[in-house]
């Protein structure tokens, strides 16, 4: 069965340091979205990706986040300068049509330890 | 307004039991409220959800009700298996609203003993 894919599993920075999250979507999916999770709380929305342009991003989603699609296989998130309060579990999703239409499929995370 | 509200946080059911899990909304726009399982080590899946129109929506042993009138939905687990043991997300979204943000709970955890 496909699945989305992130790399890497675990990635610790210091803070202020630049991060890029890489995730890999189900092929002919065409909606790409990014969630975070900080430790023992709940998913957040961050942002929605289609036809290579951001379709809607949240208040979390600052000037310190991008998003990107270089090549037509990853879509990757960014965060400029990272921050103590940027540590948490960011989840890719992807998915066939929006939300409300379709499944949304969850990659397995990537956990981001800012020190 | 943009918030839901889920209890427990966790829960311990024995073998073959029921597992309820409840979730309230304020925001009357909300007119899809997925459900998400959450194993260890993994991203959310999809395990079932329901719109407004319907009172409930049953899938296996898993079953929603839904009631628009007090803004509340739940998700019920009938015969828990050891198997189910996980953590549920309830969620909700404003199809109408036009927008890709979907609103979680804060999650239940779920542990069912043999």
């Known amino acids: 069965e496909p699945e989305v894919t992130q790399t890497p599993s675990h990635q610790v920075t210091q803070m202020g340091q630049e991060v890029i999250l890489r995730c890999v979507p189900i092929s002919n999916h065409l909606y790409f979205y990014w969630y975070r999770q900080i430790l023992g709380q709940k998913v957040e929305f961050l942002v929605s990706f289609y036809n290579n342009e951001i379709s809607e991003k949240s208040e979390i989603f600052d000037d310190q986040f991008s998003v990107e699609r270089p090549d037509g296989s990853n879509f990757t998130l960014k965060i400029r300068s990272t921050k103590l309060e940027d540590s948490a579990m960011y989840f890719c999703?992807?998915?066939?049509?929006?939300?409300?239409?379709?499944?949304?499929?969850f990659g397995p995370g990537t956990r981001l330890t800012v020190l | 307004q943009q918030q839901v509200k889920q209890s427990p946080q966790s829960l311990i059911v024995q073998k073959g039991g029921i597992s309820i899990i409840n979730c309230a909304y304020e925001n009357t726009a909300f007119d899809y409220f997925p459900w998400y399982q959450q194993f260890p080590g993994k991203g959310p899946a999809l395990l079932i959800a329901i719109r407004p129109d319907v009172s409930e929506k049953k899938e296996g042993r898993f079953t929603i009700s839904f009631n628009k009138s007090a803004k509340q939905f739940s998700l019920h687990i009938m015969d828990s298996q050891p198997g189910d043991s996980a953590t549920y997300f309830c969620a909700a979204i404003s199809i109408r609203d036009n927008t890709d943000k979907l609103i979680f709970g804060t999650g239940t955890r779920l542990q069912v003993f043999p």
């Open positions: 999703a992807s998915s066939v049509g929006r939300v409300s239409a379709d499944t949304q499929y």
